[in-house]
């Protein structure tokens, strides 16, 4: 049983610094989903389509010369067009939970916060391609920037975004934990600084919430 009408699924976005935990955490949400019954789509941004995965190649590669910032925020949304139309909204009328590992609540934060795009912009690019589809629920993964970063670097190579000073993720965050505050209802945060069997721990008291 579900707190949504069981012909429309929930949408859960899940969000963070990098080196947060969010991709493991998201799997083992997705497990404890799918153990209650309830169909999943398991997804991504950028990406979760065949031409929002090549739009994230050339977002995060470091190949080509650094992209003006307002080419990011546009490819950004281009990627998010396609995946809601192919992937997500069609999964959500057939009754799919949609998983999405970051939403356009990241665009808020990184293009926003981390490259200081006036925020209308934004608003106005997220009314245009989505409407009034938002997240149901917002998992945040809230970690101090700088050992999310190291985090990130000792996983190995570090793409475009994870190579940005430290104090580009300190706004981010900031933004986050903004966003959080103003939307209380949908906004769930984890701890993420603790090791992992604690953060799952925090995390089946929040899922404990939303299944019932």
Same mark, same amino acid.
């Given at each position: 049983?579900?707190?949504? /009408? ?12 990098? +080196? ?26 950028? +990406? ?20 003006? !910032? ?6 950004? @949304? ?12 069609? !999964? ?8 999405? =590992?970051? $939403?356009? =609540?990241?665009?808020?934060?990184? %293009? *926003?916060?981390?490259? =200081?795009?006036?925020? &209308? /912009?934004? #608003? ?5 391609? #989505? +409407? ?6 917002? @998992?945040? $993964? ?5 050992? *999310?970063?190291?985090?990130?670097? /000792?996983?190995?190579?570090? =793409?475009? $975004?994870? #190579?940005?000073?430290?104090?580009? $993720?300190?706004?981010?965050? !900031? ?9 209380? &209802?949908?906004?769930?945060?984890? /701890?993420? %600084? ?5 953060? #799952? ?6 899922? *404990? &919430?939303?299944? %019932?």
């Amino acid at each position: 049983m579900t707190k949504k /009408n069981a012909k429309h699924g929930l949408f859960i976005s899940f969000e963070g610094v990098e +080196g947060a935990g969010k991709t493991t955490n998201i799997e083992y949400i997705a497990e404890k989903i799918e153990a209650s019954g309830q169909e999943i789509l398991l997804t991504r941004e950028p +990406g979760g389509t065949d031409l929002g995965e090549a739009i994230r190649e050339l977002l995060i590669s470091k190949e080509f010369p650094e992209m003006h !910032s307002t080419t990011e925020l546009l490819l950004m @949304f281009a990627a998010r067009a396609e995946h809601l139309h192919r992937k997500i909204i069609p !999964s959500l009328e057939q009754g799919r939970w949609v998983l999405c =590992d970051r $939403f356009t =609540d990241a665009t808020y934060a990184y %293009q *926003g916060a981390g490259r =200081d795009i006036d925020l &209308q /912009n934004i #608003q106005t690019l997220e009314n245009l391609v #989505q +409407g009034t589809l938002r997240p149901d629920y917002t @998992f945040l $993964f809230d970690i101090d920037a700088d050992i *999310g970063l190291a985090r990130a670097k /000792n996983r190995g190579e570090t =793409d475009r $975004f994870e #190579q940005q000073h430290l104090d580009f $993720f300190n706004r981010v965050r !900031s933004a986050y934990l903004k966003m959080a505050e103003e939307n209380p &209802q949908r906004y769930r945060i984890v /701890n993420a %600084q603790y090791d992992l069997q604690t953060v #799952q721990k925090q995390i089946d008291t929040l899922l *404990g &919430q939303i299944i %019932q």
